[in-house]
């Protein structure tokens, strides 16, 4: 069986480091590694409007932005299909066949997306699309035939929901669909990566982001203002390292190269945390440290952003020639969907002799 990539984000704003960790460098390490046999990315704009009706600018603007992100992280056109959801219409026609396979009350109990309403307290008036964004998520990986889908920790519930789809499908209307697999980051800091504000989840919608196209005093300023152990007062005080965001990002971010470069009174992060630990660690230093860490990261990342940005209408026809192959792959698959579920009324040749014997018999 072909390995297939199925991913993407919902342009709502630029993409963060959040981003990055949860799932856009694994895209970019799995497409380097040539073990895939098609890659396709995805920019949720459908997904996005969702939540975002009122504000389709917001939407239209920020395609660019995390086209942009895409290219300067280093996914390769050539190597992975880039497209926009709502330029592919037959992942709407799938979901709403798929529609029919999921109950009101198993979309209620999807933790994420109950969260997700609590947060845009959307409570007592949950836009019908919004609800049902994990059925068309499921399209959307299915459409591809999506072996491993490699996202952040909050899109469990969302995969879990396609396997399911997908199992009924196939014990309804025959063998049609791929089961995928989720790919989780294997740094645990990585699964969901904090807000600077301390926040569980770094997130667009919640203001608390380190954007991959921050300039590098844009990050500076933003980690220096991190939340931290807030009983470590006095630089003698023991600190607490669990849970703290500047200890989970150095996590998510540091190794020991960098330690040799930028803190070499250090061997490694271990012996950073133990001196934190016992006290007599300022934070100040602490987050310097990681402000090397992270400029050193993204540094190369902004520079080819700026070299892309050179050529927007090139990045837009990236887009549209993506978007045209990956429908292409989605009519294939609606195809079979429609031949599995026999609403392929004007192939089925057999049906209409059939029927036109019954007739003629009367
Ligand atoms: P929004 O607030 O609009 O939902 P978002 O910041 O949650 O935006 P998405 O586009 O929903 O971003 O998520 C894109 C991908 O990035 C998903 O695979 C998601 O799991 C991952 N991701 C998002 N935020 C984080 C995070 N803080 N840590 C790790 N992975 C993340
Ligand atoms: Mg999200």
Do not use: W
């Not at 040539?34 to 990315?41: A, C, K, L, R, V």
């Not at 932005?65 to 992280?73: P, T």
């Not at 196209?213 to 931290?228: C, H, L, N, P």
């Amino acid at each position: 069986m072909k390995k297939i990539i199925l991913t993407g984000d919902r342009p709502t704003g630029r993409l963060h480091v959040g981003h990055y960790v949860g799932s856009l460098k694994r895209r970019v390490e799995l497409q380097n590694s040539g073990d895939f046999d098609e890659i396709y990315i995805m920019i949720a704009d459908a997904q996005a409007l969702t939540d975002n009706a009122d504000h389709p600018e917001k939407v239209r603007e920020n395609i660019i932005e995390v086209a942009l992100d895409y290219l300067s992280c280093g996914l390769d056109p050539a190597r992975s299909t880039l497209f926009i959801q709502s330029q592919v219409p037959e992942l709407t026609e799938l979901t709403f066949y798929y529609m029919n396979l999921v109950t009101v009350s198993r979309l209620q109990r999807n933790p994420t997306v109950k969260s997700e309403i609590q947060m845009r307290n959307f409570e007592s008036s949950i836009p019908v699309g919004f609800f049902t964004y994990p059925i068309s998520q499921a399209s959307d990986i299915t459409a591809f035939k999506a072996t491993t889908v490699p996202v952040g920790e909050d899109q469990e519930p969302m995969i879990e929901q396609t396997r399911e789809i997908v199992r009924k499908f196939n014990s309804v209307y025959g063998e049609t669909l791929v089961e995928p697999e989720i790919l989780l980051p294997d740094n645990k800091a990585c699964l969901r990566l904090p807000g600077i504000d301390g926040k569980a989840k770094m997130s667009k919608s919640l203001n608390n982001c380190i954007y991959l196209s921050d300039t590098a005093e844009d990050v500076r300023k933003k980690v220096m203002s991190m939340f931290t152990d807030p009983n470590h007062l006095r630089v003698q005080d023991p600190g607490e390292v669990d849970g703290n965001p500047v200890f989970i990002y150095l996590d998510a971010f540091s190794r020991d190269e960098h330690f040799a470069e930028f803190l070499p009174e250090y061997k490694n992060l271990d012996e950073l945390k133990a001196h934190y630990r016992r006290g007599g660690l300022g934070d100040v230093k602490v987050k310097k440290f990681l402000v090397n860490v992270l400029q050193s990261e993204l540094e190369p990342i902004r520079q080819r952003r700026k070299e892309f940005e050179k050529d927007i209408p090139a990045v837009y026809r990236i887009l549209e020639e993506g978007s045209k192959k990956a429908e292409k792959v989605a009519a294939q698959t609606l195809a079979d969907v429609k031949r599995s579920m026999r609403i392929n009324y004007f192939e089925d040749r057999e049906m209409i002799e059939a029927q036109a014997e019954k007739f003629r018999q009367g």
